[in-house]
């Protein structure tokens, strides 16, 4: 079946440091594939996302490139701030069947001043 | 808009107990889900339900029931309450559609702290 692997946290940075977070995955087919955000107490948010190979997500200073011959997805920003201290949750949506939702079991980030 | 509402925001049960957590969206989507997030586990679906009158089993089912009378309402009902359910529960919405710029992305409620004692 289909699953999501993300690097292992907690991640610490200092401010102005340049962030990736790893994401591979296994689908069949053509999966869509997502990063979600969670800030302290809230439910996920769509950060970004890529629907077909090569396609690049970008939001709010974040990128991700679908890169289908390696299965990745990694998330970059070139400098984080305080304000980017998050859980990070990689996902893909199948695209075949009802169109199942599998996550990641999420990056922890940390960014001290 | 309100988007994804969820009730409670907390709730303490005791073992055997019985309760529902209650999801209402008002976006007019026609996929909604249940997921429950474990510290490290990342977030697992329990049920799933395509349109008003549809509803499917995800990952982890048991223990649970839904219904979805409406297209705005998805409630997720705990029969017996186990320790094994403390969590923090998700409702989700989405609409499906090829081409379409917001379809297939996830919009989340602010979670339902359950416990079980």
């Known amino acids: 079946g289909d699953s999501v692997t993300q690097m292992e946290g907690p991640v610490t940075l200092s401010e102005e440091a340049f962030l990736t977070i790893n994401c591979t995955y296994t689908a069949t087919g053509y999966p869509s594939l997502f990063w979600y955000v969670q800030y302290p107490g809230e439910g996920l948010q769509l950060l970004l996302k890529a629907t077909k190979a090569d396609d690049k997500g970008s939001n709010k200073g974040f990128e991700a490139t679908y890169r289908k011959e390696t299965t990745s997805f990694h998330l970059e920003k070139g400098s984080v701030q305080v304000s980017d201290s998050a859980v990070y949750f990689c996902a893909l949506r199948s695209s075949g069947g009802y169109q199942k939702v599998t996550f990641g079991t999420g990056t922890k980030l940390q960014v001290i001043p | 808009n309100a988007g994804v509402t969820q009730t409670p925001k907390f709730r303490i049960l005791k073992i055997g107990q019985s309760m529902t957590l209650q999801c209402t969206q008002d976006?007019?989507?026609?996929?909604m889900y249940w997921y429950r997030q474990d510290p490290g586990m990342g977030l697992k679906l329990i049920y799933y339900s395509v349109g008003a009158g549809i509803t499917d089993k995800g990952e982890v089912p048991n223990g649970y029931n839904v219904s979805r009378s409406t297209t705005e309402d998805f409630p997720l009902r705990l029969e017996l309450a186990a320790p094994s359910q403390t969590s923090v529960y998700f409702c989700?919405?989405?609409?499906?559609?090829?081409?379409?710029?917001?379809?297939?992305?996830?919009?989340f409620g602010a979670g339902s702290r359950l416990t079980v004692l």
């Open positions: 976006m007019n989507h026609n996929y």
């Open positions: 989700a919405s989405s609409y499906s559609g090829r081409g379409l710029s917001g379809a297939n992305v996830l919009t």
